[in-house]
């Protein structure tokens, strides 16, 4: 049977800007405003000027007092720089959760929709050791202090995709919460849309004002200058970093001088490659062993305790010396912590006794930011007000002592039940990144089939899944889209037609906006995405009206997030053989592999 086919016009990166309503005028005064009339030109590539950028990647918001630009905990591809007025981002929590919706709006609301939530697992029981480990690796899960203020009122203006939810008494609210304004010429929100991560807080116009939305391709292309560079650092320091702090345990309770010096110390490095999915792609196979030596070293056992180390975004191994080899303990987050053990026992010790050194090894998988904050400033500034429940138990036998060999001690104990072998697949195979990681238990599967056809038939006849991938012992990690932790096949989108759902986080592609480059399935670590023939509104095949090829259109699992229920591929299933897991939390691998 013949397919028909239309012919079109092959979409182009800029056939698809922010806005329409950007006016040769409104950009030459955005040209004439800070920080752009202060950027070289030259920096940018001839193909991607400066004026194209703001032409096509930015917005002019004309906002009322009260109006919220976005709410904590939503998802953001976009950056806001504040043009006239003052904006003012609430430090303390005002609309976390927003207004009631009918869709899941926290991680583990999302893992009971998908039928993971219902099962009861054990517990394993607690030990000195589970403790100490538990505290210091999971001691920055965030903990904030609310105060008991009233809930605003809101209300509702406009109309469509441009309602906007608005604050109705503004100086009211604004004097219940600890608040920080924004001003003309300063930059929010952009830490969200640069590592693809919920946003920290809340933004609201505190009066009538103009803020400049620039989503996050152009941002890309804006760091090209220097100076934008270091404008992003300052802004996350100045704001992001304390509020990142203060919702930590371990820095919940300092004074507000001990804080400013902690923000004033922190210091930002990166470790890794941006783009390591490019490497990833291409390396031999290796060695569990040769892997972990191949990824840049963060902080080495046995070396000199210099500070705590908090994971600012992507992944980092924790492993131990095991023989001629490493073995994999676990792998931290965003927010999580390295060296506070040491830290903690080494400020308790006699000052002519000498320091513990680090007792593990810290490695960044693939790319990972992080912020060091020196050991002095935490033993003067932290330490001291820090519970003693928030505190790891003195390390009693350490593996490493400065000036005397290697103890003969067994490896320390993980606070989860996830064998090492299952660790460093899952790290070596970057399956870690996975929030909705599809998984076949192959002993339950009866290869029917059953899945796949129901996929199927809710993608208008084509699966958007397949059934195999790599497996490790009975379990079978599917291609099918794992909506990342860090989704980098958002990276190379030039029109952001691949972006998050900015409730839910689920990585969704907007078929009127996807111009067929294949940046993002070639980006894919994992083949998680493919390119199909697009088609118009009547089922015709488009082709290119220039060269008669087919136009390609990305493609990828989106967990059947229109229909209202589970995945189709799930509820399909007669033996309850396919779950969907969230691999970047070791808690809920852990639980998967307790029940």
Known sequence: MTVESVEV????????????????????WLLGQHPFAAMDGDRFARGTPLADILRNDSKVHRLKAGDVVFREGQYGGSAYLVLRGQVRIF?????????????????????????????????????PEHDRRRSKRSGAQASSIDRETPAPEIGYRGEGSETRIFLQDVPGVIAQHKTSAISPGELFGEMAAVTRSPREFTAVAEAECDVLEIRWQ????????????????????????????????????????SLEQVVAAAKFESFGNLEWYAEYQKRPQASASQSIEAEPLIAEEGSYATGLWIIRGGFARLSQRQGAGHRTLAYLGKGQLFGLAELWHNSRQNRSAPPLPFQESLRAIGYVDTVCVPKQVIAEHVLPYVRQA????????PRYQFGQPVVDAPLDAAEHNVETGLLEFLVDRRLMNGR???????ERCTRCDDCVRACASTHGGTPVFVREGPQYGRWMFAQACMHCEDPVCMIGCPTGAIHRDHESGLVQINEQTCIGCQGCAQSCPYDNIRMVTAADGHGRAKVDQQTGLPILQASKCDLCSQQGGRPACQTACPHDALVRIDLSELSEVSRWMET
Not at 12 to 27: K, N, V
Not at 112 to 124: D, E, I, K, T, V
């Open 9 to 28: 016009e092959r979409p182009d990166r800029w056939d698809h800007p922010l806005t329409e309503e950007m006016t040769a005028e409104q950009l030459q």
């Open 91 to 127: 430090l303390s929590k005002l609309l976390a959760n927003g207004p009631e919706s009918s869709r899941p709006q926290t991680r583990h609301d999302w893992l009971g929709w998908l039928g993971f939530g219902s099962r009861q697992p054990r517990r394993a029981p607690s030990s």
């Open 218 to 257: 152009g941002l890309k292309l804006l760091k090209q200058d220097p100076a934008f560079r270091i404008l992003l650092d300052e802004r996350y320091r100045s704001e992001v970093l304390r509020t990142h702090l203060r919702e930590t345990q371990l820095f919940r309770f300092l004074p507000e001088a």
């Open 390 to 397: 928030d505190l790891p138990p003195n390390i009693e036998s």
């Open 436 to 442: 909705r990681t599809m998984v076949i238990d192959t």
